[in-house]
């Protein structure tokens, strides 16, 4: 079975930093792509950054583009979020999520996309 495991989440003070991680449980990474997405007390369930099988493709929601990057090691099988200038705003739960799919160009990937899912990683940021 898939089974994406997140780690990393915590309490950080804002304009701080954290690196979440999704490794592969029995499975081999490199064959799906990879999504992360965050749910905030009371609101839906967003996509923040995907990354791509084999192109490297990836996509960020506007609010995290030049804060968040995301990366893939498959000799790890782990990919990453590296969450920089954190803002209370980035308060949540997230998610890592992987699926054998592909987009294109102007399609934005959604949780519907993905089939296998993590239990989550809590992220504080908070003064």
């Known amino acids: 079975q898939v089974h994406p495991v997140e780690s990393g989440g915590g309490l950080v003070q804002p304009g701080g930093s954290l690196r979440l991680s999704c490794a592969a449980s029995?499975?081999?990474?490199?064959?799906?792509?990879v999504g992360w997405f965050r749910q905030a007390p009371g609101k839906e369930r967003e996509v923040v950054s995907c990354?791509?099988?084999?192109?490297?493709?990836?996509y960020y929601t506007d609010s995290v583009k030049g804060r968040f990057t995301i990366s893939r090691d498959n000799t790890k099988n782990t990919a990453y979020l590296q969450m920089n200038s954190l803002r209370p705003e980035d308060t949540a739960v997230y998610y890592c999520?992987?699926?054998?799919?592909?987009?294109?160009?102007?399609?934005?990937?959604?949780?519907?996309?993905?089939?296998?899912w993590g239990k989550g990683t809590q992220v504080t940021v908070v003064s």
């Open positions: 029995g499975f081999n990474l490199a064959y799906y792509a």
């Open positions: 990354i791509g099988m084999y192109d490297g493709r990836t």
């Open positions: 999520a992987v699926e054998s799919l592909s987009w294109s160009d102007g399609d934005i990937p959604g949780p519907n996309d993905f089939g296998s």
